[in-house]
């Protein structure tokens, strides 16, 4: 279950492998169920991760199949964007390609979160590698980075590079861009998982340095970092302040936990009562939680994958 993209508070799409379906909350949330109609072909799709829903369009962020004459260790130069038309009641239709030859590091670093910024872009992160990259990837300078662009991807730009593999993207209320970015052996020194507020023309140092070694080419350190088996492959986050919390994320990861951060005039910073970790569990599965998602009615959504036998999707109530 990579991603959940709600359309409102009853309707969405959820991605799975090689598809995209539509959902419809059924009943009370608390006795609901999904209904789910599978709405693209499995042609349509090949490695769905990031959704985002804007402006009449489902934009995909499709990682694609694995190439099996990709130069070195390369996963695949075939990642692309999507853009299909959004009908009323879920419909796909008019599918283009916007971005296509999209270099994919590894197959779990490749094409992942989209999210709408306040200034009308689109915003992706691609995942990077610490492999090196034979001469001649086309835009190979694309990995490890965030792009913007407009609704048609005529104007590509690199917003933040030296990420290692964010996920998941969220635009705060301030207009701030959050992600988490998972941890990892770099050139130098180890990369820990990190909470990390993305900002325009920003270098994270990836592949180059880990995170806690002098810094000759990261610009902006993180606002938390942490290490630890229950919070390592942090994927999904969700803002505290879309469930009207206080100032806080919540990020999925091997359990779902809670960060706490406060802010002044030099910035964001971690605040608040904190285990060893610096982060609070706030729901515990087995498997990695690569969606978290605020509902329009306050519930928070969270899909588990991986290590079990069967993906799972819960509706939580935070504020209770």
Known sequence: MPRLEFLSERTGFIGFSNWISYFRIVGELESSRLELTTVTASGDVANPRGMLAAGGYLFVADQGDRQDDAPGDMFSLDGSLLRFRLGDDGELTDREVLIGQIPVGTELHGTNGLALGPDGLVYLSLGGTISEVPDGVPNEEWLGTVL???????????????????????????????????????????????????????????????THVPHEIRTDPPVWSYSGEDVEGSAGIELAEKLGLNKGVFIGSRVLHFFRYDEDERGVFAAGDFDFQGTEVVFSRQGYFTVVEASEDDYLFVGVSGLSLNSALYVLDITD
């Open 148 to 210: 913007r662009f407009d609704f048609d991807a005529e104007n590509i730009e690199i917003y933040a590079s030296g990420i290692r593999n964010i996920y998941d993207l969220e635009f705060d209320d301030a207009g701030r861009l959050w992600g988490v970015d998972n941890d990892g052996p770099t050139w130098r020194g180890f990369r820990a998982e990190e909470v990390v507020q993305i900002k325009e023309g920003a270098n994270y140092g990836y592949p180059n340095e880990g």
